[in-house]
């Protein structure tokens, strides 16, 4: 096992023949240059190190001592009021007796140590007890020090200046993350291994999770809250609505009914509603459920960018307006899967030779010059045809149109907006989700829908408008906003 040590060198750190020296540069420089005529102690860091080896007695270590030096100028040279300027106060030639004590005392188990100067990529002219300032120097220094192949990190979060104690803990935690463990070493007093480390990823987390339901990404968004061990109904109402936006609705049912259990007040109704919400989908197949779920997919994959999945929804979305249109104003089966196949084109046949007036549009319809082959079943093209029929006033066999005049004005519109939604066929065609290996960009869609990449989802629902499907508020759009206000509230 790799285990490192890393520490902020403070003027605490050191006694020397039983005593604390007052003036750490001058003092300690004096020191180093007589070292083998003193007694050394490190009463912070000597009990870390003890701790670390009986947590890992088989395992060898490596040590960072992190130190000031800061550069010669009217600032640094300034006496404070005890008469010590900030530059006698650098620890530099403390940590390097520290590194030479420790390589003494523990050449059996330690097998490196290092000294660092507390620098940013401007090098060392900070002041090491301003935050901001600090806070540059560790991102600097953990980027140049990270190691991949430690196992785990010892911070200790005692003994050096609070702002570079602060910089070194966050820093760590973000380049070693799982692998990073806290330990306070009160002087005197026993070591204590601190969460502080599993709370500032926990929090980490959240945010990620935050920052994920941002974007409508909830795989991203369920992966942060498992991590950050939020509440099991939050964990299970993320699974809904994963497993949801993937149509499994069979896992996304169980996901919400462990939601529910696990919550409780306005959390567990809430819940309860989605469950029931969901029941139109998964028992019901409800094809206006279905058709606004296919729109609020389409919108998540707007929002992440994936622009190509957009696509593919919306060419699912303009097929299911046609079915839902032929069904609903024809009274024509659609469903040609494997199981009712023969049965429903019998049935499709033998409604549309019972009326003429549809007949007779469909024959004379065309696709390149070739008649349209309405009688193998209900494809694409056929049903654009019916829906025109439709639409110009179609007349069942007894005379009567097939839809009211409002209704007829409504197709009007649909189709229109299913027309301007076809311009994107081609780009879809190219992408990998169809038949070639082309990327879709916001900026490609956009040179295609005139500069308004976002009123294809406004067209979207319009067009459920117009079919007069209850346009409600997005599922998503509701679990986006609860999980992320409660993940706001325990941040």
Same mark, same amino acid.
């Given at each position: 096992?790799t285990?490192?040590?890393?520490?902020?060198?403070?003027?605490s750190?050191?006694?020397?023949?039983?005593?604390?020296?007052?003036?750490?540069?001058?003092?300690?420089?004096?020191?180093?240059?007589?070292?083998?005529?003193?007694?050394f102690?490190?009463?912070i860091?000597?009990?870390?190190l003890?701790?670390?080896?009986?947590?890992?007695?088989?395992?060898?270590?490596r040590?960072?001592?992190?130190?000031?030096?800061?550069?010669?100028?009217?600032?640094?040279?300034?006496?404070?009021?005890f008469?010590?300027?900030?530059?006698?106060?650098?620890?530099?030639w403390?940590?390097?007796?520290?590194?030479?004590?420790v390589?003494?005392?523990?050449?059996?188990?330690?097998?490196?140590?290092?000294?660092?100067r507390?620098?940013?990529?401007?090098?060392?002219?900070l002041?090491?007890?301003?935050?901001?300032?600090?806070?540059?120097a560790?991102?600097?220094?953990?980027?140049?020090?990270?190691?991949?192949?430690?196992?785990?990190?010892?911070?200790?979060?005692?003994g050096?200046?609070?702002?570079?104690?602060?910089?070194?803990?966050?820093?760590?935690?973000?380049?070693?993350?799982?692998?990073c463990?806290f330990?306070?070493?009160?002087?005197g007093g026993?070591?204590?291994?601190?969460?502080i480390?599993?709370?500032?990823?926990?929090?980490?987390?959240?945010?990620?999770?935050?920052?994920?339901?941002?974007? =409508? @990404?909830?795989?991203? !968004?369920?992966?942060?809250? *498992?991590? #950050?061990?939020v509440?099991?109904? $939050?964990?299970?109402?993320? %699974?809904?609505a994963?497993?949801?936006?993937?149509?499994?609705?069979?896992?996304?049912?169980?996901?919400?009914?462990?939601?529910?259990?696990?919550?409780?007040?306005s959390?567990?109704?809430?819940?309860?509603?989605?469950?029931?919400n969901?029941?139109?989908?998964?028992?019901?197949?409800?094809?206006?459920?279905?058709?606004?779920?296919?729109? =609020? @997919?389409?919108?998540? !994959?707007?929002?992440?960018? *994936?622009? #190509?999945?957009?696509?593919?929804? $919306?060419?699912?979305?303009? %097929?299911?307006?046609?079915?839902?249109?032929?069904?609903?104003?024809?009274?024509?089966?659609?469903?040609?899967?494997?199981?009712v196949?023969?049965?429903?084109?019998?049935?499709?046949?033998?409604?549309?030779?019972?009326?003429?007036?549809?007949r007779?549009?469909?024959?004379?319809?065309?696709?390149?010059?070739?008649?349209?082959?309405?009688?193998?079943?209900?494809?694409?093209?056929?049903?654009?045809?019916?829906?025109?029929?439709?639409?110009d006033?179609?007349?069942?066999?007894?005379?009567?149109?097939?839809?009211?005049?409002?209704?007829?004005?409504?197709?009007?519109?649909?189709?229109?907006?299913?027309?301007?939604?076809?311009?994107?066929?081609?780009?879809?065609?190219?992408?990998?989700?169809?038949h070639?290996?082309?990327?879709?960009s916001?900026?490609?869609?956009?040179?295609?829908?005139?500069?308004?990449?976002?009123?294809?989802?406004?067209?979207?629902?319009?067009?459920m408008?117009?079919?007069?499907?209850?346009?409600?508020?997005?599922?998503?759009?509701?679990?986006?906003?609860?999980?992320?206000?409660?993940?706001?509230?325990?941040?």
């Amino acid at each position: 096992m790799t285990i490192l040590i890393m520490c902020n060198v403070g003027n605490s750190d050191l006694i020397a023949d039983g005593q604390r020296p007052q003036r750490p540069r001058p003092d300690g420089e004096a020191l180093w240059r007589t070292f083998a005529d003193h007694q050394f102690d490190l009463p912070i860091i000597a009990p870390c190190l003890n701790y670390i080896r009986q947590q890992h007695p088989h395992a060898s270590a490596r040590l960072i001592c992190f130190y000031t030096d800061q550069p010669e100028n009217q600032i640094t040279t300034r006496p404070d009021r005890f008469g010590v300027s900030l530059r006698d106060k650098d620890t530099i030639w403390f940590a390097r007796i520290a590194a030479r004590w420790v390589q003494t005392q523990y050449a059996d188990w330690i097998t490196e140590v290092h000294t660092e100067r507390i620098e940013s990529r401007h090098g060392p002219d900070l002041n090491p007890s301003v935050y901001d300032e600090v806070f540059e120097a560790y991102t600097h220094l953990l980027a140049r020090l990270a190691d991949p192949t430690v196992e785990v990190c010892y911070i200790l979060t005692a003994g050096g200046i609070p702002a570079c104690n602060f910089a070194l803990q966050l820093q760590a935690i973000i380049a070693y993350a799982e692998r990073c463990r806290f330990i306070y070493p009160p002087e005197g007093g026993r070591v204590t291994e601190l969460r502080i480390g599993e709370k500032m990823l926990e929090s980490f987390q959240r945010m990620n999770a935050i920052a994920a339901l941002e974007q =409508y @990404n909830f795989p991203a !968004a369920l992966l942060g809250a *498992r991590r #950050a061990k939020v509440a099991d109904w $939050i964990v299970a109402l993320l %699974e809904y609505a994963v497993y949801r936006e993937a149509f499994d609705f069979q896992r996304a049912q169980q996901a919400i009914e462990r939601a529910e259990r696990h919550a409780s007040g306005s959390q567990r109704a809430f819940c309860a509603e989605l469950r029931d919400n969901l029941r139109q989908l998964s028992e019901y197949s409800d094809p206006a459920a279905l058709l606004c779920e296919v729109a =609020y @997919n389409a919108e998540i !994959a707007y929002r992440n960018g *994936r622009y #190509a999945d957009m696509l593919g929804r $919306i060419f699912r979305f303009q %097929e299911g307006v046609l079915r839902l249109v032929v069904e609903r104003y024809l009274s024509l089966p659609t469903d040609f899967s494997k199981e009712v196949r023969e049965a429903n084109l019998a049935r499709y046949l033998e409604q549309i030779d019972a009326h003429p007036d549809l007949r007779s549009h469909l024959e004379a319809k065309t696709i390149d010059g070739k008649p349209l082959r309405y009688r193998d079943g209900p494809n694409r093209p056929v049903m654009q045809a019916m829906l025109e029929f439709v639409r110009d006033g179609g007349k069942r066999a007894d005379g009567t149109p097939f839809a009211t005049k409002k209704e007829r004005e409504r197709l009007g519109t649909v189709k229109t907006m299913l027309d301007r939604l076809d311009r994107l066929a081609e780009l879809r065609n190219q992408s990998v989700i169809a038949h070639g290996f082309a990327g879709v960009s916001r900026e490609a869609i956009e040179a295609i829908y005139k500069d308004d990449a976002e009123k294809i989802i406004t067209d979207l629902h319009n067009i459920m408008r117009q079919l007069d499907i209850a346009d409600t508020e997005s599922p998503f759009d509701r679990i986006a906003e609860r999980v992320r206000s409660e993940l706001q509230r325990s941040l």
